[in-house]
Nanobody, 128 residues
Framework: QLQLVESGGGLVQPGGSLRLSCVGS????????IGWFRQAPGKEREGVSC????????YYADSVKGRFTISMDNAKNAVTLQMNSLKPEDTAVYSC?????????????????????WGQGTQVTVSS
């Protein structure tokens, strides 16, 4: 079974950058769809971005398009999320999740129930 561990969260000023990492163990990330989700206090969990490791295709929520970049790091069996131009509204707990099902990224990036294996999350706070 796949285990996922996130890291890289922290406190950053508006306009700053953070790089989140999601490292897999117990299984290679090959043939997984890996998604990043976030949940702010009092709000529902929302999909941020996802990547299909089988072909490298990606999808981004409109709210982060042009600012966030998701990528595979095959050497580390990891997925990274580079977050630039951060805004206070990006503040949330960020979690990565994996699915071995053939998902439709444009639809399923925002469907947590399509993902089976979850990390514990990492806090991102954007504040001056």
């Amino acid at each position: 079974q796949l285990q996922l561990v996130e890291s890289g969260g922290g406190l950053v000023q508006p306009g700053g950058s953070l790089r989140l990492s999601c490292v897999g163990s117990g299984s290679t990330l090959d043939y997984y769809v890996i998604g990043w989700f976030r949940q702010a206090p009092g709000k529902e969990r929302e999909g941020v971005s996802c990547i299909d490791s089988s072909d490298g295709s990606t999808y981004y929520a409109d709210s982060v398009k042009g600012r966030f970049t998701i990528s595979m790091d095959n050497a580390k069996n990891a997925v990274t999320l580079q977050m630039n131009s951060l805004k206070p509204e990006d503040t949330a707990v960020y979690s990565c999740a994996g699915s071995r099902r053939p998902l439709l990224l444009f639809r399923d990036y925002n469907r947590p129930y399509e993902f089976d294996d979850w990390g514990q999350g990492t806090q991102v706070t954007v504040s001056s």
